[in-house]
């Protein structure tokens, strides 16, 4: 495993070292030696590939490092052939031809450390094309547009690899790694990989990644050991915080086009406004949503047979959301904010009792965490007089040393 | 199909796609009759794989004559034509392909009633990376006379690619160079 983790490093190296040379832009060359330069990367990196499945076709440290090394260099010479030629175009559209040349690379060389190096890349395009493509004219911001989607089309490229590596129940050093980098690029994705009904995508986006987790990792030892379980869980979180802001859950939902902006409107493809850039591609959000739900209930379902002792904050997320999002459309403003603030104390509450029932140090912390941010939170956008507020955080404070004191007393 | 012939498959085609560039751009830069000049201002970012450029600013402002309802990042058609004095201008867009080949594809960047700003293909100059802060530094007496810098460009049915940029009738590069020699 050393040897493979050092060997990918080094390739990432040497690569970047390669790509870095010939990015210098050797323009006192004539352009035929530039165009020839241009292709010595891909040559290198096919060479170094022969190489290894000729001569050490059962070494996993060559597979994997002559794939990696084979990816970065197709990439530098598609990079230096748009270099010669001028060629325009943002760096996304440059990630996104790179990538679709990485994925048969994948499977050639049946490299997860090139199907990482693709997640990443993926994730690094889809969040490159959100924020290049945010446009602020005349008071009106609009957002990416369904550009975002094709993340999830360039996601469904390395899911075959993950079925024959990932297998329910078998934690290995492998699965655990590809375990990681996807569970961090889902829910990463979930913030602003849709482009429709973003709220209810990313609720069950989320929830999905933690019941695959309870498949495919249900038998970790650790929380490295359950990288879905433990990226969900701090998604669920943070989404939950971040709409626990006052107006934060309504701009959401005027984004969606469910209810009707105080200024006006954004980009409403599913109204018809405009002349839609893409207007069958926003149907897209829909059958990723349908997609979503079946999987969360399928892989929830298979939970249920083997386990009943579930996760209840996880288990309730999914309809509070949807609660929330229905008292939201009928204006109960204070009423939602109440509901995802208690939410956030079950959540603190939830990990809390686990944490101290399984002797889980760092559970105990997560529930702190979630119950201390939250009031942090609610100090700054809480309109109620100052003197509450000051005995309520002296409550905290007294509530959180007893809790202290009971701990350590419980640890000696 | 055993495995050798797969790799070689997948390894060719993973070099045709830069052969297929090469190619495609060279037939483009070939024909002499797609030619045409913009005057321009320049700024200097950088890019990880492909190094060091300058952004290329042309008149991006498009004013229509009949209001046409455009989505940020719709694909459209951009028609180029010459005023009297030989300098290329974006005249109009269309979300169909005009029936003469001046024209090149691109993406709206915004809209608003008549006027379309449009995103332009041939924006970016790849610069050795000593030369492009030098670029950026005599942004000034780079831009002091419109006309004297100016990126000439091959357009032709839908497909754009910057040839060279130009100050005053000389390769930007060799006045570049020139500024490296006397500082």
């Known amino acids: 495993m050393t040897l493979i983790v050092v060997g990918i490093l080094a390739t990432f190296s040497i690569g970047g070292g390669i790509i870095a040379l010939l990015a210098h832009n050797w323009d006192d060359f004539p352009k035929v030696v530039r165009i020839i330069l241009s292709f010595i990367p891909a040559i290198l990196g096919i060479a170094t590939f022969l190489y290894s499945e000729s001569k050490y076709r059962d070494s996993l440290t060559w597979a994997e490092c002559s794939s990696v090394f084979l990816a970065l260099m197709i990439g530098s010479t598609i990079g230096l052939v748009a270099q010669v030629y001028n060629m ?137 050991q359950r990288p879905f379980q433990s990226i969900s869980i701090l998604s669920i979180f943070l989404m939950t915080l971040i709409y626990s802001g006052h107006g934060l859950l309504r701009f ?19 109204q018809g406004e405009g002349i839609p850039a893409t207007p069958y591609f926003y149907y897209f959000n829909l059958v990723l949503l349908f997609a979503m739900a079946f999987g969360a209930g399928y892989f929830f379902w298979r939970e249920k047979e083997r386990n009943s002792d579930y996760n209840k ?90 809790f202290n004191k009971i701990y350590s007393e419980e640890k000696a | 199909m055993n495995r050798k012939f797969i790799l070689l498959i997948v390894l060719g085609l993973l070099l045709a796609v ?43 402002m498009i004013e229509l004559d009949e209001p046409i309802q455009l989505q940020n990042g719709e694909p459209i058609y951009v028609e180029v034509k010459k005023d009297e004095n030989g300098w290329a201008y974006f005249s109009n867009v269309s979300t169909t392909p ?28 790849f610069l050795n990376e000593n030369l492009a802060p030098l670029a ?22 839908g497909e754009a690619l910057l040839r060279g940029v130009y100050y005053m009738n000389r390769p930007l590069i060799d006045h570049l160079r020139e500024m490296q020699v006397d500082q």
């Not at chain 1, 175009?89 to 050639?108: K, R």
């Not at chain 1, 911001?141 to 369904?146: M, R, T, V």
């Not at chain 1, 086009?257 to 006006?264: N, R, V």
């Not at chain 1, 999914?318 to 939602?336: H, K, R, V, Y």
């Open chain 1, 88 to 224: 325009g175009g943002s760096f996304e559209d440059f990630l996104f031809v790179w990538l679709v040349m990485i994925l048969p690379i994948i499977y050639l060389g049946n490299s997860s450390a090139t199907a990482i190096f693709y997640i990443g890349l993926s994730l690094t395009w889809l969040y490159l094309t959100y924020l290049n493509s945010f446009r602020f004219f005349f008071g009106f911001g609009s957002g990416a547009g369904n550009d975002v989607l094709w993340f999830w089309i360039l996601f469904l490229g390395v899911v075959p690899h993950l079925r024959y590596h990932l297998q329910p129940g078998r934690i290995s050093f492998r699965g655990v790694t590809l375990g990681w980098s996807v569970a961090i690029a889902l829910c990463m994705a979930a913030f602003i990989g849709f482009s429709g009904h973003r709220l209810i995508n990313s609720t069950l986006l989320i929830t999905l990644v933690y019941y695959i987790g309870k498949e495919y990792f249900g038998n970790g030892n650790s929380a490295w």
């Open chain 1, 252 to 270: 959401t939902l005027e984004r969606d086009g469910y209810i009707q902006s105080y200024y006006g409107a954004f980009d409403r493809e599913w």
């Open chain 1, 313 to 402: 904050a996880i288990l309730v997320f999914p309809g509070m959301i949807l609660l929330a999002i229905l008292l939201q459309l009928f204006e109960f403003e204070t009423t939602t904010r109440i509901l995802i603030n208690l939410y956030l104390l079950f959540m603190a509450w939830w990990y809390l009792r686990e944490g101290w029932r399984m002797r889980l140090g760092w559970l105990v912390f997560f529930a702190a965490l979630v119950f201390s941010t939250t009031m942090i939170g609610r100090y700054f956008d809480m309109d109620i007089p100052f003197w509450i507020k000051g005995m309520m955080y002296l409550g905290l404070g007294a509530g959180l040393l007893w």
């Open chain 2, 18 to 60: 830069p052969i297929g560039m090469v190619i495609r751009n060279e037939m483009l830069l070939a024909d002499e009759g797609s030619i045409y000049k913009f005057t321009l201002q320049p700024i200097d970012p950088s890019d990880p794989v492909r190094g060091k450029y300058i952004i290329l600013r042309y008149n991006t």
């Open chain 2, 98 to 125: 005009p029936d003469h080949s001046a024209y090149f594809k691109t993406t709206v960047n915004y809209g608003y009633e008549r006027t379309v700003n449009i995103n332009v293909p041939f924006d970016k100059y």
């Open chain 2, 136 to 157: 950026e530094s005599s942004y000034a007496e780079l831009t002091r006379h419109g006309e004297e810098f100016y990126a000439e460009v091959s357009i032709t049915n």
